[in-house]
């Protein structure tokens, strides 16, 4: 099912080569949303790049450990590719209130980073009123029993594999479908919202598609019983990517 590495390019700044160690565009989700991923070394993060990217790098993430340093400056990196891929300047994403990425005038995005690995999401086209754009690695069987309760309902549980391998990997496609609907939905909703506001209704692993809906009204355009689609792809190293996309 999955295609996405074949896009993934080598960098050619040396620098940057030796961080970012494959990167690639692509529009699996949606022609008018630009998708860029990387994967990256974090034994190559230096600080340096920041200015070698044209990236500032905030106080608080300048105050962080390098793993958060590298996963900042690997988004930011992913999403002024985005921008470019639809034909923008690439700008300064600052971090707004709540954490949310502060997008330029008429652009909807999210981003994502995950151990090695981070990916943006952007769009100029004004249908979309927010998207969100998660990956994650395969959860482990101790993390499937810690949060099983807190992400998952009964029918979503009704869902899950019994094989092991195959319940890991649906149960972070559940977990990371609904962490995109959070940044998606936030800037509608305003505030945070738990893992019981939609329910998986079902999940279609040939198209890479997932049917959601709302369980109560979390806005007045986000009525109870509203039916969303998220997209997603399973990738070879046992990590999946998720968006979704809220049309206006
Ligand atoms: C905010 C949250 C979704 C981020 O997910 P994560 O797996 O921790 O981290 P990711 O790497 O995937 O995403 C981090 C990025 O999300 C973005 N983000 C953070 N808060 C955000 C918000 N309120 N709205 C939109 N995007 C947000 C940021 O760009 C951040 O990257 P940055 O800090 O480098 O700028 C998660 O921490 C969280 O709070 N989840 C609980 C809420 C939730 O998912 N509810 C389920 C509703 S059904």
């Known amino acids: 099912m999955f295609s996405e590495p074949s896009t993934l390019t ?22 008018d949303i630009a998708l860029y991923r990387c994967d990256f070394e974090l ?4 600080d340096l790049l920041f200015e070698q990217l044209g990236i500032a790098c905030p106080p608080s993430v300048r105050r962080s450990v390098a793993k958060r340093r590298a996963e900042y400056l690997a988004g930011r990196y992913c999403a002024s590719m985005a921008l470019r891929a639809l034909g923008r300047c690439a700008v300064q994403i600052a971090i707004g209130p709540n954490r949310a990425p502060l997008w330029p005038h ?55 594999p019994r094989v092991p391998d195959e319940r890991r990997a649906w149960f972070t496609l559940i977990f990371s479908l609904k962490e995109s609907f959070f940044k ?13 506001a939609v329910t998986v209704r079902s999940v279609d692993l040939a198209s890479g ?29 046992e990590r999946v990517v998720t968006s979704v996309a809220l049309t206006r």
């Open 43 to 46: 034994a190559h993060f230096d």
């Open 184 to 196: 998606a939905a936030f800037a509608t909703v305003g505030r945070y919202f738990d893992f019981d």
């Open 106 to 160: 008429s652009i909807v995005g999210s981003l994502s980073h995950c151990d090695g690995s981070a990916v943006a999401a952007v769009s100029a086209n004004p249908k979309y009123r927010g998207i969100g754009i998660d990956i994650e690695n395969h959860v482990t069987d101790a993390t499937i029993e810690n949060l099983e309760r807190l992400v998952l309902c009964g029918s979503e549980r009704a869902l899950l």
């Open 209 to 237: 598609r997932i049917c959601f809906e709302t369980n109560y009204g979390l806005a007045d355009s986000l009525p109870a019983r509203t039916c969303l689609q998220g997209a997603f792809r399973l990738l070879p190293d």
């Open 10 to 31: 080598v960098p050619d700044l040396p620098n940057q080569a030796r961080f970012v160690v494959s990167e690639g565009r692509s529009d699996w989700f949606a022609p």
